[in-house]
């Protein structure tokens, strides 16, 4: 085989060109994910548990990417370091009091680095500053306050099957009033006392407007009510003029 000729050369031109441009792509694409075109500023914080972080993820302010994770390292049994390299244009908005939290890019997504807006009485973050964190919430966690509310919801609902039953047994006070027509007609028949002596009432408070030893009282009253109701109207007549 004859390795000279030119449609060998070609092709051996065309795929170390094509090996080229792979890897110039490969190294804008890794560039560019861990800017190294970009100027950057740095940034740490420590987490008891980094909660699955890697190197790499994304760092987001305000949902937007803006940084990627630099470094995790393990400090002591309590404490995990994780350096952040930050694009230089956001640092203006970076305050000192902004705090970092492990969040997620989705449901099942991977984990990004979120930091928090400061107040804005505070002053800038300086290249280099740790910032306060925190603590991610892991998943177990969630889960298994899920269960103990699932739980107690059985329980309620066990207990409230428990005092519809008694209901419709007739058992307990409420039940004895739904399940017992005796009792059902003594309220009416309260109510319907308590109806005529309201009506007698008023009947008493008439008598009593008729009779002399009261008529001067509630005429009196009438007459007060009447005056009162005079000095409204002039008051009135005034504001107007």
Same mark, same amino acid.
């Given at each position: 085989?004859?390795?000279?000729?030119? &449609?060998?050369?070609?092709?051996?031109?065309?795929?170390?060109?094509?090996?080229?441009?792979?890897? =110039?792509?490969?190294?804008?694409?890794?560039?560019?994910?861990?800017?190294?075109? !970009?100027?950057?500023?740095?940034?740490?914080?420590?987490? %008891?548990?980094?909660?699955?972080?890697?190197?790499?993820? /994304?760092?987001?302010?305000?949902?937007?990417? =803006?940084?990627? =994770?630099? !470094?995790?390292?393990?400090? !002591?049994?309590?404490? =995990?370091?994780?350096?952040?390299?930050?694009? @230089?244009?956001?640092?203006?908005?970076?305050?000192?009091?902004? #705090?970092?939290?492990?969040?997620?890019?989705?449901?099942?997504?991977?984990?990004?680095?979120?930091?928090?807006?400061?107040?804005?009485?505070?002053?800038? $973050?300086?290249?280099?500053?740790?910032?306060?964190?925190?603590?991610? $919430? #892991?998943?177990?966690?969630? *889960?298994?306050?899920?269960?103990?509310? +699932?739980?107690?919801? +059985?329980?309620?609902?066990?207990?409230?099957? #428990?005092?519809?039953?008694?209901? /419709?047994?007739?058992?307990?006070?409420?039940?004895?009033?739904?399940?017992?027509?005796?009792?059902?007609?003594?309220? /009416?028949?309260?109510?319907?006392?308590?109806? &005529?002596?309201? &009506?007698?009432?008023?009947? !008493? *408070?008439? +008598?009593?407007?008729?009779?002399?030893?009261?008529?001067? %009282? %509630?005429?009196?009253?009438?007459? #007060?009510?009447?005056?009162?109701?005079?000095?409204?109207?002039? @008051?009135?007549?005034?504001? &107007? @003029?």
């Amino acid at each position: 085989m004859n390795t000279h000729t030119p &449609k060998f050369k070609l092709r051996l031109g065309l795929f170390i060109a094509g090996g080229i441009a792979l890897f =110039v792509i490969a190294i804008f694409l890794i560039g560019k994910q861990k800017n190294l075109f !970009n100027p950057v500023f740095k940034l740490t914080t420590t987490f %008891y548990n980094v909660s699955g972080l890697q190197v790499g993820n /994304n760092i987001r302010f305000s949902g937007i990417n =803006v940084g990627t =994770v630099d !470094n995790i390292v393990i400090i !002591n049994d309590s404490t =995990v370091l994780v350096d952040m390299l930050i694009k @230089k244009d956001v640092q203006q908005f970076f305050k000192s009091d902004c #705090e970092a939290g492990i969040g997620s890019s989705g449901i099942i997504g991977d984990r990004v680095l979120i930091i928090t807006q400061g107040s804005t009485d505070a002053p800038l $973050v300086k290249d280099g500053q740790r910032i306060s964190s925190i603590e991610p $919430v #892991e998943t177990d966690d969630i *889960m298994l306050s899920l269960k103990v509310t +699932a739980d107690n919801t +059985a329980i309620i609902s066990d207990q409230l099957a #428990e005092i519809m039953v008694k209901i /419709n047994s007739g058992n307990g006070t409420l039940g004895r009033l739904i399940q017992d027509s005796t009792i059902a007609e003594n309220i /009416n028949q309260t109510i319907l006392n308590l109806k &005529k002596s309201s &009506k007698g009432l008023d009947e !008493n *408070m008439s +008598a009593a407007k008729e009779n002399f030893l009261f008529k001067g %009282y %509630y005429k009196r009253k009438a007459k #007060e009510a009447e005056q009162k109701k005079h000095d409204a109207e002039e @008051k009135k007549q005034r504001n &107007k @003029k």
